[in-house]
């Protein structure tokens, strides 16, 4: 079973815009770390952000992280359609392994 | 350096008969962690070796699912007498001790008929 959910869990934007997504989870988290999943493909490590961080950015992606909500938000600013993707989030527990939710699919129109 | 890889990137099988897939791991990585994907879904754990010791498996992985990494570097899974309720995506992964972060393979997707 998913131990987090993203949302929402597809999204449709224009070129341009800001995306944002959220992921939220069940238990405490050493960090969490979002990736990019194109279709059919591995996933893509983007961003990893420390339980102990609030915020955190890389180029066009910022990520948040409310421990005491047990949440985490990516907004992607400027959208491209390359960033046409399934983004998910991984929360990982003391051994590194990570547990995913379910993703949130985004299709950004030219 | 040249990523995480895994063969074959494609598998069509009959219901019954044994697949293995192979994955390399990044050179230096000790860590390496197999994932299921199903449609529309993230992945989910299935085991964890550092190096050669597989030290923990979860309950998706049946007594039909073995994984070896014989000598720390490369890994199979293999699958026995596959049912249609094994088609998936599969992933491998890899990472250093004491890097957090997960590199992944392209997968191999399955398809058992």
């Known amino acids: 079973s998913q131990q987090g959910e993203e949302d929402p869990q597809a999204l449709s934007i224009q070129e341009g815009e800001n995306a944002t997504m959220n992921c939220s989870y069940k238990t405490s988290i050493n960090n969490l770390q979002w990736y990019r999943q194109n279709s059919g493909r591995g996933l893509v490590h983007l961003i990893l952000?420390?339980?102990?961080?609030r915020e955190k950015h890389s180029g066009r992606l910022r990520v948040t992280l409310d421990t005491s909500k047990k949440s985490s938000s990516l907004l992607i600013t400027a959208s491209r359609a390359a960033d046409t993707a399934s983004y998910f989030c991984?929360?990982?527990?003391?051994?590194?392994?990570?547990?995913f939710g379910s993703g949130t699919k985004l299709n950004v129109k030219p | 350096d040249t990523g995480v890889s895994q063969d074959p990137r494609h598998k069509i099988t009959k219901r019954g008969q044994n697949v293995t897939f192979r994955c390399d791991p990044i050179s230096e990585h000790n860590r390496l962690y197999w994932y299921r994907q199903t449609l529309g879904q993230g992945p989910e754990f299935l085991t964890y070796?550092?190096?050669?010791?597989?030290?923990?498996k979860s309950r998706l992985l049946s007594d039909r699912f073995s994984a070896e990494r014989p000598k720390g570097s490369f890994s199979t899974l293999e699958i026995q007498r596959t049912e249609q309720g094994d088609s998936a995506m599969y992933l491998c992964a890899s990472s250093e001790t004491g890097y957090e972060t997960q590199y992944f393979g392209p997968g191999t997707r399955l398809l058992v008929l």
């Open positions: 952000i420390r339980s102990n961080e």
């Open positions: 070796f550092q190096n050669e010791a597989q030290l923990e």
């Open positions: 991984a929360r990982t527990d003391n051994f590194n392994k990570f547990y």
